[in-house]
């Protein structure tokens, strides 16, 4: 049987945001990566906050209306983010994902440092495939 932890699934390359960038500026970061959300990182590389498309779609409709763009990443982030830890099971984290819906999970270590993202589609993936090997077995 394949494994089921994040570390196997996750991205390690994830979109990384500061606190005092402006938010048109993360939001390019997403537009150009194609993700829906994005972890708020401290200097140091410790998760401070997550900013997801929502949040940025609701600063980005005031800032229309207003004419100001002056809004920064910390201004609208959600903090403290959701998180999860790379040795956790992603059978455990799809159960999450039945309570709290988020798309994108950051995973950080056990010193708050990110390390990755894990969204749905990898935990479907993960999922499928571990259900697939079980199959296989079977028959």
Do not use: W
């Not at 932890?5 to 537009?31: F, G, I």
Request: aromatic share 6%; charged share 25%.
């Amino acid at each position: 049987m394949e494994s089921l932890q994040v570390c196997d699934y996750m991205n390690h390359r994830p979109v990384k945001l500061t606190k005092d960038m402006p938010v048109a500026e993360a939001v390019e970061h997403l537009l150009q990566t194609g993700h829906s959300g994005g972890a708020v990182v401290d200097d140091r590389g410790r998760l401070t906050g997550f900013l997801s498309e929502q949040d940025c779609i609701r600063q980005m409709i005031e800032s229309c209306y207003y004419r100001e763009q002056v809004c920064r990443v910390k201004d609208i982030m959600q903090s403290p983010a959701l998180s999860v830890k790379p040795y956790m099971s992603v059978i455990e984290l799809a159960q999450l994902l039945l309570k709290d819906k988020p798309r994108i999970y950051p995973v950080v270590d056990d010193d708050g440092v990110l390390v990755g993202s894990i969204n749905r589609s990898a935990i479907l993936k993960a999922i499928d495939k571990q259900l697939r090997a079980g199959y296989e077995v079977a028959s």
